[in-house]
């Protein structure tokens, strides 16, 4: 549950990125709280995708902060953390969620191997990386242990744990994705169009189930999709993206309910017409 009386676990500040003469983001700034899930929405070359990867430490802006508060409440300048310390954090308490599952995971390792390395990725400073290594997380019993238990929570027969991501439906690649990010207890998530490309049918299992899960796990989430429907059922908040630019933000039944810009206007008149 999202909680506004916190301190903010990200902040942005006036992010941009220029590629040569084009602006691919520019001027973006926003606060998100514990447990809130964020939706990022608008066209594609709308800038989502950009501010996403900023977000997330993959890409450095030209000019901005961002700032991560850890577990410990230090905040954190994801960009200007030594990378060592930035792949930590990656491995603990954030998350990212690719469109394509076969970006998230290693397709030539079993099922099982997927979720176990992001456990030993965790070890080191961090809270859950002590705590996994008190627990004797890189012991092989433990490891498949939980890879399990993940199988199971995200809706895979546990018989099919020594299997090859490869062999799987793209709908259990992406639910495999979903279970080595979460494994850790990240705190925050990074996800990237997590339905796209998928069937309606599968895209609506998949959907119930990231619903149950950001609730169960009390996840702060930055989602970018095109998908108004996807960013309804699961967003607190929107932010609506058009040239790069921040062009409409509120929470999410009221910027889908009553649009104030002509550019979201467009989004949500369409969707109806469809």
């Known amino acids: 549950m999202k909680d506004w009386n916190a301190a903010p676990i990200l902040s942005a500040r006036n992010l941009t990125r220029r590629y040569g003469g084009h602006i691919g983001c520019r001027g973006v700034s926003f606060d998100l709280w514990p447990g809130e899930v964020l939706g990022i929405v608008g066209e594609s070359g709308s800038g989502k995708s950009?501010?996403?990867?900023?977000?997330?430490?993959?890409?450095?802006?030209?000019?901005?902060?961002?700032?991560?508060?850890?577990?410990?409440?230090?905040?954190?300048?994801?960009?200007?953390?030594?990378?060592?310390?930035?792949?930590?954090?990656?491995?603990?308490?954030?998350?990212?969620?690719?469109?394509?599952?076969?970006?998230?995971?290693?397709?030539?390792?079993?099922?099982?191997?997927?979720?176990?390395?992001?456990?030993?990725?965790?070890?080191?400073?961090?809270?859950?990386?002590?705590?996994?290594?008190?627990?004797?997380?890189?012991?092989?019993?433990?490891?498949?242990?939980?890879?399990?238990?993940?199988?199971?929570?995200?809706?895979?027969?546990?018989?099919?744990?020594?299997?090859?991501?490869?062999?799987?439906?793209?709908?259990?690649?992406?639910?495999?994705?979903?279970?080595?990010?979460?494994?850790?207890?990240?705190?925050?998530?990074?996800?990237?169009e997590p339905t796209g490309g998928l069937d309606v049918s599968v895209q609506a299992r998949l959907l119930d189930l990231l619903r149950h899960l950001v609730l169960d796990m009390d996840l702060a989430v930055i989602l970018v999709t095109h998908d108004l429907a996807v960013a309804r059922l699961l967003s607190h908040r929107l932010i609506v993206m058009y040239r790069g630019e921040v062009v409409e933000t509120g929470l999410t039944d009221q910027v889908l309910d009553d649009p104030h810009h002509a550019y979201t206007q467009l989004l949500v008149s369409s969707i109806l017409q469809g």
């Open 50 to 192: 950009t501010l996403l990867n900023m977000l997330s430490g993959r890409m450095e802006p030209t000019s901005g902060t961002i700032v991560y508060r850890d577990a410990a409440g230090r905040e954190r300048n994801i960009h200007a953390l030594p990378e060592g310390e930035k792949r930590r954090l990656l491995r603990s308490e954030l998350g990212f969620v690719h469109q394509r599952p076969s970006d998230g995971l290693r397709m030539q390792v079993s099922a099982g191997a997927n979720i176990g390395e992001r456990l030993v990725g965790a070890r080191g400073r961090t809270e859950i990386g002590e705590r996994l290594m008190a627990e004797g997380a890189r012991h092989y019993g433990t490891l498949r242990g939980r890879a399990l238990q993940w199988l199971e929570r995200v809706e895979i027969d546990a018989g099919r744990i020594d299997d090859k991501p490869a062999l799987y439906s793209g709908g259990m690649q992406q639910r495999l994705q979903i279970a080595r990010n979460l494994v850790t207890s990240p705190r925050l998530v990074f996800m990237d």
